[in-house]
């Protein structure tokens, strides 16, 4: 299996605090991704990086940020977080040759906003 | 816009008999297609991809995909279930920039024995 830890891997946290929640890598690749996955929905990007201190957005960015200091390491940050961030979050990683699609994920972080 | 739909939200299948997860994408030029599988309580493992060439790829576990250009459809097939194939099934498109991603619904697929 590829090595990509996600931390933590079950959070509940009240609405209106910070979160911030951690992908790291060992295999080098170029590609990380953030993903929120919710019923009915499939997954869902949110922000992707293409290198160190390189981020874009994905299609559901709003209220998150994220920061690649290090190859890798990728975070994603929930401001202040609302209820409809209740979801499980997915990092994946890619180096397919510069196409940039996804080929490993994580196992996922549970995160509750009460 | 790009989009992926998979009709069937759950699919039961007896142990061996044969398996085919549908998927239809919306995508001006060739997309690159994907299919994932995924175990409860776990991420995505890739199982097959298509960028170009043979309109038949194959996968891990056994599974194969066709790629059809007339029916905008990515099916995934397998000839004989397992009962360890139940788990929830992605399909996905990309583009050739990498840059946009799309995932559908999912199909969760029961094997009985």
């Known amino acids: 299996d590829a090595g990509i830890t996600q931390s933590p891997r079950h959070k509940v946290t009240e609405t209106g605090t910070p979160v911030t929640l951690r992908c790291h890598q060992t295999?080098?690749?170029?590609?990380m991704y953030w993903y929120r996955q919710d019923p009915g929905h499939g997954l869902r990007l949110i922000h992707y990086s293409y290198g160190v201190k390189d981020t874009d957005k994905g299609e559901v960015s709003d209220g998150y940020s994220v920061s690649r200091s290090k190859t890798e390491d990728f975070l994603l940050t929930l401001e202040s977080a609302t209820s409809s961030q209740t979801s499980v979050y997915f990092c994946?990683?890619?180096?397919?040759?510069?196409?940039?699609?996804?080929?490993?994920f994580g196992d996922g972080t549970r995160l509750s906003i009460l | 816009a790009q989009s992926v739909t998979q009709p069937d939200i759950h699919i039961t299948v007896s142990e061996g008999a044969s398996l085919e997860l549908r998927c239809n994408y919306s995508?001006?030029?060739?997309?690159?297609l994907f299919w994932y599988v995924q175990s409860p309580g776990q991420g995505l493992q890739l199982l097959l991809k298509?960028?170009?060439?043979?309109?038949l790829v194959q996968g891990i576990k056994g599974f194969e995909a066709e790629f059809k250009r007339s029916q905008s459809s990515f099916n995934l097939r397998k000839p004989s279930v397992h009962w360890s194939d139940a788990a929830e099934y992605f399909c996905?498109?990309?583009?050739?920039?990498?840059?946009?991603?799309?995932f559908g619904t999912g199909t969760s697929l029961t094997v009985i024995p």
């Open positions: 295999e080098n690749h170029r590609y």
């Open positions: 996905a498109v990309g583009t050739n920039t990498g840059n946009q991603f799309y």
């Open positions: 994946a990683i890619s180096d397919f040759g510069g196409l940039g699609q996804p080929q490993h």
């Open positions: 995508y001006g030029a060739t997309p690159y």
């Open positions: 298509y960028f170009s060439g043979d309109t």
